[in-house]
């Protein structure tokens, strides 16, 4: 059934109104980033927490909120639904009463961006795309190919050349076409080749950030609306989240403004960015009051959490107002301090996270520090991505496995060595 909740298209910069039709991925009139916006009244008309609670868990329970008008176009695998965990170890270990774990590595490729992606990929399918490109070398780009694979269509991935390679296999083994480029040090080469490639083939863009694409960051808030049903709508005090571009800041808040609006709640979580100290270009704005347009570009980034690699914030234009509107803040952490919070993940809560995903915990104990939060906060971390995406960083926090025969004698005498 065809459904009417999608309403618009309005210009974040200018405020021209839109109306949601193929081809369209910018402001017509500026070039400025576009929101997509719904009939919020009739969304309140037909569903309510209840309506809600009766259905099975995942992304498109919330498809009076997602964009799609017919739900034969949705194309899953069957992404979200991801389980909010009590981190009693952990809170017991720092100090606090009331601490979760929003578990995102169990989608189907172990990241948040299957999230995006499923949404992504089906308005490409709506708009009848053949082919839809990528700028990313990471998990954007990686769930973009596994969503492509299933929906029959082609998919082009534009990578930095330095791509580490396990990224890059990943893509080519879901049979997306790579393509490596070479940076000229004038802006992001590969964003510059996706633009190339889609105003000159007409490609369908779908790169991670909203700023040329306003459908696929719609996917990102149904973690807090998950979030928000398996806390039984009580409204965390925090929300920490691993923050790059800024994108999926982003999409969470709009999720919970989303569901204050309906009624559904009285007030928001507070939510942080966690960027790494190697590249903090969202956070030091938020910090210094830079005008999000006139952030510059982040000279030589460098961070062990490759997932938070953004050198220009794209999205800082909605993630800086969301996190002032909510009453948050933002932290910068170092490599060590992202590494041990990977280790402390693994090690208090069973949870093997790739360093991006580990970063909202290192943000939490630097927050902890601060004394900015009370021990009794209910606090949520966002874990973003699975450590088999990185098994290069997390050799860092292990100590070498040994080799012995298999006699008595040999494993003895290494037990007395270690004890
Ligand atoms: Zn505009």
Redesign the pocket.
């Known amino acids: 059934m065809p459904h009417v909740f999608l309403k618009s298209l309005e ?1 974040l ?4 109104k839109h109306r949601p039709v193929r081809g369209l991925y910018v ?1 017509k ?4 980033k576009l929101e997509v916006k719904y009939d919020y009244e009739a969304i309140g008309e037909r569903i309510d927490k209840k309506a809600l609670a009766k259905r099975p868990m995942g992304v498109w329970k919330y498809r009076e909120l997602l964009p799609i008008r017919d739900q034969r176009n949705i194309v899953t695998l069957n992404e979200g639904g991801t389980p909010l965990l009590r981190a009693r170890n952990l809170a017991r270990e720092l100090g606090l009463k009331n601490l979760w774990l929003k578990d995102e590595t169990r989608n189907p490729t172990s990241s948040f961006k299957d999230r995006p992606m499923s949404v992504g990929v089906s308005k490409a399918l709506e708009f009848g795309a053949k082919t839809v490109v990528a700028a990313s070398s990471g998990n954007a780009a990686i769930a973009l190919a596994a969503y492509s694979a299933r929906a029959g269509i082609e998919c082009y991935a534009f990578v930095p050349e330095q791509a580490p390679d396990a990224k890059v296999v990943q893509l080519l083994v879901y049979g997306a076409h790579v393509i490596k480029a070479r940076s000229k040090g004038m802006g992001d080469p590969a964003y510059k080749l996706m633009q190339i490639a889609w105003e000159h083939y007409g490609w369908h863009p779908i790169p991670s950030c909203g700023t040329f694409n306003p459908y696929q960051p719609e996917g990102s808030k149904t973690m807090s609306y998950e979030i928000l049903e398996q806390l039984n709508w009580q409204v965390p005090n925090w929300v920490i989240i691993p923050t790059g571009a800024g994108t999926l800041l982003s999409g969470n808040a709009k999720g919970y403004f989303e569901f204050e609006q309906l009624g559904f709640i009285d007030r928001v979580p507070r939510l942080v960015a966690v960027q790494a100290e190697g590249c903090a270009p969202l956070a030091k704005a938020f910090k210094e009051g830079t005008p999000p347009y006139e952030i510059p570009t982040w000279p030589k980034p460098k961070t062990i959490a490759g997932g938070l690699v953004d050198p220009y914030p794209w999205d800082a234009d909605t993630a800086i107002p969301a996190i002032r509107r909510s009453g948050g803040s933002a932290e910068v952490v170092t490599d060590s301090e992202i590494l041990e919070a990977e280790r402390l993940l693994a090690r208090f809560e069973g949870i093997f996270a790739e360093p991006s995903g580990a970063a909202g915990l290192a943000g939490l104990r630097k927050m902890l520090d601060g004394g900015m939060i009370d021990p009794s906060d209910l606090v949520v971390i966002e874990v973003t991505g699975g450590g088999l995406k990185d098994i290069k960083a997390a050799t860092k926090i292990v100590p070498r496995a040994p080799v012995i025969e298999p006699k008595l004698g040999q494993l003895r005498k290494l037990l007395d060595k270690s004890h």
């Open positions: 210009c910069r200018c405020g021209q402001c009139k500026c070039g400025g």
